[in-house]
Every structure is written in structure tokens, then in C-alpha cells.
């Protein structure tokens, strides 16, 4: 009675012993499983654990791909190389592949038995060995759908339960599965991200292109003879130009048109960052180089590093910071803040200001070495003022760009509006008669935009500088002109449908129009 109550005991003991071991190893199967960026290399040492743990003989892992419409081998254990060669199934051919078509597992007690198991993935015929084998294949499903299968083959016990081991490789195999799912979350996650990258790279380089940038001035042509000149080389490039002039428009050109293009596009406003901080933006911090630097960060000459860098506002930089700043420029290296580490970089410099460098450098407040430095191919961009043809063609862009935005419906600018967007001196430039546009199409409550649409800078003596002195006669009467122009232009200059049009007779405004001198020919083209 001892002998059999120890008996019992030894049994129940080796039972706990043995799910303790399979419980350990699902948690190392699990972290192998996590902690890997090669899942095939992860697969293959499941399948090593689960011989060292459990002594599987053999073991395969077969995944479905798409593409072949087969049954892979992705890993195996225990095989011969030329096996796995030959280790290609459809979908229901032999067990394994009954096994993903059904999503059902098959146990096998004795594959002497079994004669289906004679397929060309076992060279080796089982019933030579020595020893009688079992064979269990469970199946691998992600989404309820299988996609692969987990196959063991061990030495035949008569004690073993094949029904809780095979239990026991259905939880490794959905774990499995949820590696497979992630894997292919990961892997369409960068593929997405790889088609955004390329499709917003060509939407940069659309954006960029010439075409885009608006201008038929003979300014401006000169401006994209020197751009399509100076883009196809590694010169550097100094932008000189008034505030709002679009010099960062030019930069982006010029970087998008290069053989940089494929590259990074960074850019810094010298003035915008605080002198203390602009050095470790520049070339970066190591840990501890300051209060707060709490861990190594790259800088834009860095980041920069293949590309272009754009350095705006670049005759705000400190004295001390010029210092730094001519050295990487000469020698194309620097050490971050911190750091004794020379790094090199291959990096294409634009700069822009609006300053006069020149007598900043007279003044001591520019470096002259740094000046010549950067000054190597300078490309002056006009102000509005100094191409007016331009205005117009720039204010129907901006109309057509806001009047989209704000999902409104304006067909034109009047000829009133366009008189005195023509007479206004713009000392903000684009930036500013682009935000006039954009304020004018959100007032604007009619399909034409008017000229009391426009900001009342633009129809002040201060604003415009071309009324000295408004008066409620004078102001009625410039409203009645522009009543009167509008009309002839929707009319091409005609007198009597600009008449019937304003419902008037066509007497009334040939006087009028006599009286404000207004050239009906203007309105015939």
C-alpha cells in the first residue's frame, strides 16, 4: 500500500514537474518571440528550445505565401538543408497541408503507421529508425484564417498525453501567430510610410519646382536664370532680399532641383533661437554638456548631413557663433557642445537675410572672413514694389488658393480692387499680399471681390500713399467710379449693356464716365 500511495506520488510529481516545464517555456517563447527584430531567426530558435525542453526529434514551422499560393518552409529543426529544399506544398496536399486547409491539429501516435506521412518533405523513411515516432501538427491562424503550420516529431511514449502536449503546441502556435500579425503590422506600417515618403518627396519637388514660383517680371526671370544655374551644383548661396520676399520659396527651389533632392531639406531661423541654445542646435550636445542636456542630441549640420541646410536670418548670429559657424563652413567638421569628437559632414549651405551685411561688417557686428565665406553666390530677389506686374498674377493665385481653403465661390478680383492692390507699396511683400487675399475672400460675402473687401490699410492715405485727403463727396464719387469700371469690364467697354447693367440709362453713363475720364478701350481687350 506505501509502495503504491509512493508510486502515486512520483506520478502526480512528474506531471507538475512537466507542466512547470511547458509553462517556463511558453514564457521563454514568448520573449524570444518579442525581443527580435528577425522572426525567422526567432522561429528557428523556438523550435531549438522546444528540443533542449521537450526533445522533439524534429521540428518545421510552414507559412502560406500569397504570391506562390505554397506552403513554405520559413523553419526547421532536425532536417536536412536538401529537405527543406524540397519542402514546398499547395494548400491540402498530404497532412500538413490538410492541417492549414481544415485549421484542425492531427495527432499521430506511431507515423509507422501512417502512410500519408511518405511525403517528399520526409526523405528519411520513419519506419527505418530504431525507435517508433509521433508526429503532431497543429495549425497557425491569425484572424480565424490559418496561414501556416507547427509541426513536432518525438520518440513514442505509451505514458505521454498526446492530447495535452498537442494543446500545449496550439498555445505556442497562436503565439506564433501573434508574431506573424505584428510582423505584417509592421511590415504595412513601413510600407505606408515608404509610399507617403516618396509621394510627399514628389509632391516637394512639384511644390518647388520653377513652374510654381510666380513671377514674369523680367526681376524675377533674372531670379530663375540664377536658380537654375546655381541648383545643379554644391556652391554656396547667400539670399538677399527684404522681408516676405520669398526667399525660403528660392532656397527649397534650389535644394528640390539639385542632385540633393533625394536628401534632407533642414532649415534654421537664426533669429527665432535663443543665442544661448542656437551653437547646440547648430552642431548638437552630448549628455551633461549643459543643465538639461540629459542624453547625446544630433544637430542640423547633422541632420543636414547628404543635404541642404538653410540658414535664415543669418546676419542675426552672435560674434561667437559666427566664430564657430566659419569653421564648420571651411573644413565641413565641428565637435558638439560637450563633445571632443570631430564629426564630417557633406553638407550643401544656403543662407538668406534681409540685413545689410555690409554695413553690419563696417559697424563690427559681422565677421568680413565669414562674409566672403558665404557671399560665393549671392541671388538679390526683388520686393513687390519692384515687380508690380507681378501682383496680379500673384493675387488670382492666392484667390484661387483661399478661395478653395474657405470652400467659397469668388470668380474675380474687381477692377476698383485690382487699381489699388496696383498702388499699394506692400512693405511686407508676398507674405503681406498674400495675407490680404486670404483676409478679403473671408469677408467677402459675393462672387467678385471688391475693393471694400480689401483691408483698410489699403484704403487709407497711410496705408497706400496715394489719397491725401478722403472727403464723403470724394469718397462716394471713387465708389461710383468703381461701380462704373467693374460694370465696363464684366461688359468689355460697353456703354449701353454697362447702362442696363448698373439699370441706368446709357446718357447717364457716358457722363459719368466723360466726368471720371475713364478709358473704356482698357476694358475692349
Same mark, same amino acid.
Given at each position: 500500500?506505501?509502495?503504491?500511495?509512493?508510486?502515486?506520488?512520483?506520478?502526480?510529481?512528474?506531471?507538475?514537474?512537466?507542466?512547470?516545464?511547458?509553462?517556463?517555456?511558453?514564457?521563454? /517563447?514568448?520573449?524570444?518571440?518579442?525581443?527580435?527584430?528577425?522572426?525567422?531567426?526567432?522561429?528557428? *530558435?523556438?523550435?531549438?528550445?522546444? !528540443?533542449?525542453?521537450?526533445?522533439?526529434?524534429?521540428?518545421?514551422?510552414?507559412?502560406?505565401?500569397?504570391?506562390?499560393?505554397?506552403?513554405?518552409?520559413?523553419?526547421?529543426?532536425?532536417? #536536412?538543408?536538401?529537405?527543406?529544399?524540397?519542402?514546398?506544398?499547395?494548400?491540402?496536399?498530404?497532412?500538413?497541408?490538410?492541417?492549414?486547409?481544415?485549421?484542425?491539429?492531427?495527432?499521430?501516435?506511431?507515423?509507422?503507421?501512417?502512410?500519408?506521412?511518405?511525403?517528399?518533405?520526409?526523405?528519411?523513411? /520513419?519506419?527505418?529508425?530504431?525507435?517508433?515516432? #509521433?508526429?503532431?501538427?497543429?495549425?497557425?491562424?491569425?484572424?480565424?484564417?490559418?496561414?501556416?503550420?507547427?509541426?513536432? !516529431?518525438?520518440?513514442?511514449?505509451?505514458?505521454?498525453?498526446?492530447? *495535452?502536449?498537442?494543446?500545449?503546441?496550439?498555445?505556442?502556435?497562436?503565439?506564433?501567430?501573434?508574431?506573424?500579425?505584428?510582423?505584417?503590422?509592421?511590415?504595412?506600417?513601413?510600407?505606408?510610410?515608404?509610399?507617403?515618403?516618396?509621394?510627399?518627396?514628389?509632391?516637394?519637388?512639384? *511644390?518647388?519646382?520653377?513652374? $510654381?514660383?510666380?513671377? %514674369?517680371?523680367?526681376?524675377?526671370?533674372?531670379?530663375? !536664370?540664377?536658380?537654375?544655374?546655381?541648383?545643379?551644383?554644391?556652391?554656396?548661396?547667400?539670399?538677399?532680399?527684404?522681408?516676405?520676399?520669398?526667399?525660403?520659396?528660392?532656397?527649397?527651389?534650389?535644394?528640390?532641383?539639385?542632385?540633393?533632392?533625394?536628401?534632407?531639406? /533642414?532649415?534654421?531661423?537664426?533669429?527665432?533661437?535663443?543665442?544661448?541654445?542656437?551653437?547646440?542646435?547648430?552642431?548638437?550636445?552630448?549628455?551633461?554638456?549643459? %543643465?538639461?542636456?540629459?542624453?547625446?542630441?544630433?544637430?542640423?549640420?547633422?541632420?543636414?548631413?547628404?543635404?541642404?541646410?538653410?540658414?535664415?536670418?543669418?546676419?542675426?548670429?552672435?560674434?561667437?557663433?559666427?566664430?564657430?559657424?566659419?569653421?564648420?563652413?571651411?573644413?565641413?567638421?565641428?565637435?558638439?557642445?560637450?563633445?571632443?569628437?570631430?564629426?564630417?559632414?557633406?553638407?550643401?549651405?544656403? &543662407?538668406?537675410?534681409?540685413?545689410?551685411?555690409?554695413?553690419?561688417?563696417?559697424?563690427?557686428?559681422?565677421?568680413?572672413?565669414?562674409?566672403?565665406?558665404?557671399?560665393?553666390? #549671392?541671388?538679390?530677389?526683388?520686393?513687390?514694389?519692384?515687380?508690380?506686374?507681378?501682383?496680379?498674377?500673384?493675387?488670382?493665385?492666392?484667390?484661387?488658393?483661399?478661395?478653395?481653403?474657405?470652400?467659397?465661390?469668388?470668380?474675380? /478680383?474687381? &477692377?476698383?480692387?485690382?487699381?489699388?492692390?496696383?498702388?499699394?507699396?506692400?512693405?511686407?511683400?508676398?507674405?503681406?499680399?498674400?495675407?490680404?487675399?486670404?483676409?478679403?475672400?473671408?469677408?467677402?460675402?459675393?462672387?467678385?471681390?471688391?475693393? $471694400?473687401?480689401?483691408?483698410?490699410?489699403?484704403?487709407?492715405?497711410?496705408?497706400?500713399?496715394?489719397?491725401?485727403?478722403?472727403?464723403?463727396?470724394?469718397?462716394?464719387?471713387?465708389?461710383?467710379?468703381?461701380?462704373?469700371?467693374?460694370?465696363?469690364? &464684366?461688359?468689355?467697354?460697353?456703354?449701353?449693356?454697362?447702362?442696363?447693367?448698373?439699370?441706368?440709362?446709357?446718357?447717364?453713363?457716358?457722363?459719368?464716365?466723360?466726368?471720371?475720364?475713364?478709358?473704356?478701350?482698357?476694358?475692349? &481687350?
Amino acid at each position: 500500500m506505501q509502495s503504491t500511495n509512493k508510486t502515486v506520488n512520483n506520478e502526480a510529481l512528474a506531471r507538475e514537474r512537466a507542466e512547470m516545464r511547458k509553462l517556463t517555456t511558453l514564457l521563454e /517563447i514568448g520573449q524570444l518571440l518579442a525581443d527580435t527584430k528577425n522572426l525567422k531567426g526567432a522561429l528557428a *530558435r523556438v523550435l531549438e528550445l522546444l !528540443e533542449q525542453q521537450h526533445r522533439h526529434t524534429r521540428s518545421f514551422i510552414f507559412l502560406y505565401d500569397k504570391e506562390t499560393d505554397r506552403l513554405h518552409i520559413e523553419a526547421i529543426f532536425g532536417f #536536412s538543408s536538401n529537405s527543406a529544399r524540397h519542402a514546398i506544398f499547395r494548400v491540402g496536399d498530404g497532412i500538413i497541408g490538410q492541417v492549414v486547409k481544415s485549421g484542425k491539429s492531427v495527432i499521430i501516435p506511431k507515423t509507422s503507421r501512417e502512410p500519408s506521412l511518405q511525403i517528399p518533405f520526409f526523405k528519411q523513411q /520513419i519506419t527505418s529508425r530504431s525507435r517508433e515516432q #509521433s508526429f503532431i501538427c497543429v495549425p497557425i491562424i491569425v484572424g480565424r484564417k490559418p496561414v501556416g503550420a507547427f509541426g513536432v !516529431e518525438m520518440a513514442y511514449k505509451t505514458e505521454r498525453n498526446y492530447e *495535452r502536449h498537442s494543446k500545449f503546441l496550439a498555445v505556442a502556435a497562436s503565439m506564433i501567430a501573434q508574431a506573424l500579425k505584428v510582423e505584417h503590422l509592421i511590415a504595412a506600417e513601413k510600407q505606408r510610410l515608404l509610399d507617403e515618403n516618396i509621394h510627399l518627396k514628389q509632391e516637394l519637388r512639384e *511644390r518647388y519646382d520653377f513652374s $510654381h514660383i510666380i513671377g %514674369t517680371s523680367n526681376q524675377m526671370r533674372q531670379v530663375f !536664370e540664377q536658380v537654375t544655374k546655381v541648383a545643379r551644383t554644391d556652391t554656396t548661396v547667400i539670399l538677399r532680399g527684404e522681408s516676405g520676399t520669398g526667399k525660403e520659396l528660392i532656397a527649397h527651389a534650389i535644394h528640390y532641383n539639385s542632385h540633393r533632392s533625394n536628401a534632407p531639406f /533642414i532649415k534654421v531661423n537664426c533669429a527665432a533661437i535663443p543665442e544661448t541654445l542656437l551653437e547646440a542646435e547648430l552642431f548638437g550636445h552630448e549628455k551633461g554638456a549643459f %543643465t538639461g542636456a540629459h542624453g547625446r542630441k544630433k544637430g542640423r549640420f547633422e541632420l543636414a548631413n547628404g543635404g541642404t541646410l538653410f540658414l535664415d536670418e543669418i546676419g542675426d548670429l552672435s560674434f561667437a557663433t559666427q566664430v564657430k559657424l566659419l569653421r564648420a563652413l571651411q573644413e565641413r567638421e565641428f565637435e558638439r557642445l560637450g563633445g571632443t569628437e570631430t564629426i564630417k559632414v557633406d553638407v550643401r549651405v544656403i &543662407t538668406a537675410t534681409n540685413k545689410d551685411l555690409e554695413k553690419a561688417i563696417q559697424e563690427g557686428q559681422f565677421r568680413e572672413d565669414l562674409y566672403y565665406r558665404l557671399n560665393v553666390f #549671392s541671388i538679390f530677389i526683388p520686393s513687390l514694389r519692384e515687380r508690380k506686374s507681378d501682383i496680379l498674377l500673384l493675387a488670382e493665385h492666392f484667390l484661387e488658393k483661399y478661395e478653395r481653403k474657405h470652400n467659397k465661390r469668388i470668380r474675380r /478680383i474687381s &477692377t476698383p480692387a485690382i487699381d489699388m492692390l496696383m498702388s499699394y507699396h506692400f512693405p511686407g511683400n508676398v507674405r503681406e499680399l498674400e495675407n490680404v487675399i486670404e483676409r478679403s475672400v473671408l469677408v467677402c460675402d459675393t462672387n467678385v471681390l471688391h475693393g $471694400h473687401h480689401l483691408p483698410p490699410t489699403l484704403q487709407t492715405a497711410e496705408g497706400s500713399d496715394t489719397i491725401t485727403r478722403l472727403t464723403l463727396i470724394s469718397s462716394v464719387e471713387g465708389y461710383e467710379r468703381d461701380l462704373i469700371q467693374d460694370a465696363l469690364k &464684366t461688359t468689355r467697354g460697353n456703354k449701353a449693356k454697362a447702362a442696363k447693367l448698373l439699370d441706368s440709362t446709357e446718357r447717364i453713363i457716358g457722363y459719368k464716365i466723360s466726368k471720371y475720364r475713364i478709358d473704356c478701350s482698357r476694358f475692349r &481687350t
